[in-house]
């Protein structure tokens, strides 16, 4: 035991989560009782009190007596009834805010990846244990009305779920934060498997409705599209432009609260939603061709009918530039006219807003509010370019060069003819710049110029907005010295000062507390619960890793979540997983350059040497390999690599000669509510990218946090991570930056590594001769070859490397005590990723927003 704070070993007996439900349990977080930062007035909220107020909203609103009730409605008057006690605090912080004027931030992303609401509102009320004693009064189960919920998936992965992170952590400090987004009406599609191939089935999130929103129609915003502009000479004599648009729709503004952690704040994420104008009514009605009318009424719902799938290559399509506009046009006017009003002088905007652009999708808002400023608010130029250069601030999420998003002139011209000019004018001004700072370089002139020529005339998105930005910004410290090195060097050269690192971070709300309560619990009977808004206390754990109690405990709550980890995925995909076996974990987008392919040359190895008796099994580390991954549907090598998971998946896990030692589990549609679930159950934590390609990955940073050790390259937020736990508690492998640019630069061939490492030769050889595609060559033919051939992120390259890796694994996870030690502290050392900091970061180097009501 550590002397100085003495925990006896019943403390350490954690207990499984529906044991804590009842009263007779001392919570371990005092949940400070709700009323301690409620409005004046509230009463404090009892289990018998919230049993009236449910039962008042399954009567009144679902129209249901108990008895008659569905889990659904029990679900609606269980969620109705938090947000009732989140709404006073919510108009609460409003008000207050109107009094102070604090300068906030507006963060402007086209996806949020939310997961389920209503456990994080339980928390953040501290309302858990009233309502979990409530509901079993009612003789109802809490944690199936909690399985009731769908997640909102409106995003792709890690940028949009950063963003749910984000705006979590700026309620938890107090920080004033809007959140503007994207109300799609389908969201990430839902994934199924036939035949072990992927098949996409619509996300109907809103199906059985969706308690946590509050629709304002009545303060739709119009948004213009289309048509043509033209000049005039105003009042003054002074030469205008004015855009006289073709057709526009509503902007309907949806809102949902996003609650502080026991702290009594309630910020807002807004999003919107298209809906058609009464233009297009009167068109109904004045129309003889009524079913083209009312076509056209649902061409403009469609703006926000579905969400790309895509989460690297943008396909440049039009209604993707229509929704880009149309929600920062909706949010820009949302917080210029409602927020601050007709009284503010905009020439301080800089004062009361930052608008932060998660990547290049919002970046039509720095034309858009110099048209504002210019057009409609009668600012001269260079007036308006002093404003806006104060108001953004970009954030680069990528390193893939495919995944920059370039819009055709002649679509942006057709579509927003104004902002085109506009873009244009702002391109030459910023020439000049470049020209005069480096007079007579004409090809430096080219190369930074925000309308590309060649193959056809383009604006690249992310120069844009590193032009307007005041700052730039990536998302780990590799990251951005690749960003100022490799991806923007002239602008970096030119604006030294304007580019920053911000490393992401995660909620340690959702994904440790609320995801993992064994652990939580554990932690919180170990060093308190201060840890939950200052993460960098687990620091404190660090001598509890020498304490072998405390690692026996911190062992059986692992046993527990990969038991609990079992029966979700009986229950949802009757995928069973080897009992007692190490749980390896890879989830994530399916993408090549995070090489769910070089975890399948680790796996095929394994089996192939096993089955050809080389490897006896009863020496192999019995292990359960998880894969989660959804692949955008026209990204077919992505796909073809699903495919042959699954076919590795089904052939393995049937083959008798592996003696049931390796496992593999796919199971489909990968999404927030299944990474809780996954992710405190497991041991190795797979962050195996190519070095240089994965900007930061923030399921490495959860998974640390939740005691799983690390197998990965130098990339992206591994290097800080490993930095902070130390090389003898993670296991690196691969190339690193450097060596991966070197070899490229000097040839890459994987047909040498084929060629000369017998394992991996037999391998792919495996695959290639349909042994997992019965016996038909073909169906893989394409994996194989590109790999042999092309291989472009090089998986062969690092192929030996990984397996030596995985060999320490093995080693070290033999040695349970060593292993938990190391878990331990990866837990310890966990801190300084938690998304608080990250906010923080954000406050000193780029918004300066002082946290305040
Ligand atoms: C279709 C165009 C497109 C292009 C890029 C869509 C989406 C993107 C995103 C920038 C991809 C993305 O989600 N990037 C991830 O952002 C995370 C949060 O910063 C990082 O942790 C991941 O490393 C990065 O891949």
């Given at each position: ?76 008057a269980l969620a109705q009834t938090v947000r009732n006690y989140l709404s006073a605090r919510w108009i609460e912080t409003q008000k207050k805010q109107r009094t102070t004027r604090p300068k906030g ?749």
């Open positions: 035991m550590n002397p100085t704070s003495p925990v006896s070993a019943t403390s350490f007996d954690v207990t499984d989560e529906s044991q804590h439900a009842g009263p007779h349990v001392g919570p371990m977080f005092p949940p400070t009782h709700p009323v301690a930062n409620a409005p004046v007035g509230t009463p404090p909220p009892t289990v018998d009190g919230f049993v009236r107020e449910f039962l008042h909203e399954l009567t009144s609103n679902q129209g249901v007596s108990l008895e008659r009730s569905t889990v659904n409605d029990q679900y609606l931030v507006a963060y402007l992303s086209a996806e949020y990846l939310l997961g389920r609401q209503l456990g994080n509102n339980l928390l953040a009320t501290g309302l858990i244990d009233i309502a979990e004693e409530a509901m079993k009064q009612c003789g109802l189960d809490i944690a199936v009305l909690r399985a009731q919920e769908v997640e909102p998936g409106l995003g792709n992965g890690g940028l949009g779920r950063l963003a749910a992170c984000f705006v979590d952590s700026l309620a938890t400090m107090n920080v004033p934060c809007i959140g503007y987004g994207l109300r799609y009406e389908y969201g990430i599609f839902r994934q199924t498997f036939v035949d072990g191939q992927q098949v996409e089935q619509p996300d109907t999130w809103l199906a059985l409705g969706c308690p946590w929103e509050f629709a304002h129609p009545e303060h739709a915003i119009q948004i213009d599209f289309g048509g043509t502009i033209e000049t005039y000479v105003d009042a003054d004599g002074v030469e205008r432009t004015r855009w006289v648009p073709e057709w526009n729709v509503l902007g309907i503004p949806y809102n949902y609260m996003v609650p502080g952690y026991l702290n009594g704040r309630v910020n807002t994420l807004r999003l919107w939603s298209a809906e058609a104008t009464k233009a297009f009514d009167l068109a109904i009605f004045n129309s003889g061709d009524y079913a083209q009318a009312v076509r056209a009424q649902t061409f403009a719902e469609n703006i926000t009918k579905v969400l790309y799938p895509e989460d690297s290559t943008p396909q440049g399509k039009e209604l993707r530039l229509q929704q880009q506009y149309f929600f920062v046009a909706c949010s820009l006017r949302d917080y210029i006219e409602r927020v601050l009003g007709p009284e503010f002088d905009l020439h301080e905007l800089d004062s009361r807003i930052i608008f932060q652009l998660n990547d290049t999708h919002p970046v039509i808002a720095v034309p858009e509010l110099m048209r504002i400023l210019v057009d409609l608010k009668g600012f001269d130029w260079d007036e308006a370019w002093a404003v806006t250069k104060k108001c953004f601030a970009y954030t680069c999420h990528t390193l893939l060069p495919e995944a920059l998003e370039v819009w055709p002139v002649d679509l942006l011209g057709r579509l927003l003819p104004r902002h085109l000019e506009i873009i244009y004018r702002i391109n030459e001004e910023f020439l000049d710049e470049v020209r005069e700072a480096f007079p007579g370089d004409e090809m430096r002139i080219r190369r930074m110029s925000i309308v590309a020529e060649h193959p056809a005339r383009a604006v690249r998105m992310a120069y844009l907005a590193t032009v307007a930005g005041c700052k730039v910004n990536g998302v780990a410290e590799l990251h951005s010295q690749l960003l100022r090195d490799k991806v923007l060097p002239d602008f970096s050269q030119l604006w030294p000062e304007k580019f920053t690192n911000v490393t992401n971070g995660v909620t340690p709300r959702r994904f440790l507390r609320l995801a993992n309560r064994g652990l939580s619990e554990l932690i919180s009977s170990a060093i308190g619960t201060g840890w939950v808004t200052d993460l960098e206390r687990l620091r404190e754990l660090e001598p509890y890793a020498e304490d072998a109690e405390f690692r026996s405990a911190f062992r059986d709550v692992k046993t527990r979540n990969k038991a609990k980890l079992n029966e979700v995925l009986i229950a949802r995909d009757g995928i069973e997983l080897g009992q007692d076996h190490m749980l390896d974990v890879m989830v994530k987008r399916l993408h090549e350059y995070k090489r769910q392919t070089l975890k399948l040359l680790h796996i095929v190895t394994l089996y192939n040497e096993i089955i050809s008796g080389r490897l006896d099994p009863k020496t192999v580390t019995p292990r359960n390999f998880v894969f989660g991954a959804k692949a955008a549907p026209g990204y077919l090598m992505a796909k073809q690599i699903i495919h042959l998971i699954n076919a590795v998946g089904s052939t393995v896990n049937a083959d008798e000669r592996v003696g049931g030692v390796l496992k593999i589990a796919f199971p489909p549609n990968y999404n927030v509510t299944l990474a809780e679930k996954l992710i405190p159950a497991a041991d190795l934590s797979e962050q195996i990218s190519l070095a240089g390609m994965e900007a930061s990955g923030t399921g490495n940073m959860k998974f640390q946090m939740n005691g799983a050790l690390t197998i990965g390259t130098d990339d992206g937020a591994n290097v800080e991570i490993r930095r902070l736990v130390g090389d003898e508690n993670f296991f690196l492998f691969g190339m690193s930056e450097p060596e991966v640019a070197e070899l490229q630069a000097k040839g890459y061939d994987p047909g040498t590594y084929y060629e000369s490492d017998r394992r991996l030769r037999g391998a792919i050889d495996l695959i290639g001769s349909g042994h997992f595609s019965g016996g038909d060559r073909g169906t893989f033919g394409s994996i194989v070859t590109n790999l042999v051939t092309v291989d472009r992120f090089m998986a062969l390259a690092d192929y030996a490397s990984y397996m030596d890796a995985q060999e320490r694994v093995e080693k070290a996870y033999a040695d349970t005590e060593e292993w938990t030690r190391s878990a331990v502290l990866n837990v310890a050392r966990s801190g300084y990723f938690s998304s608080d900091r990250s906010m923080r970061d954000y406050i000193q180097r780029i918004w300066g927003t002082p946290p305040a009501f």
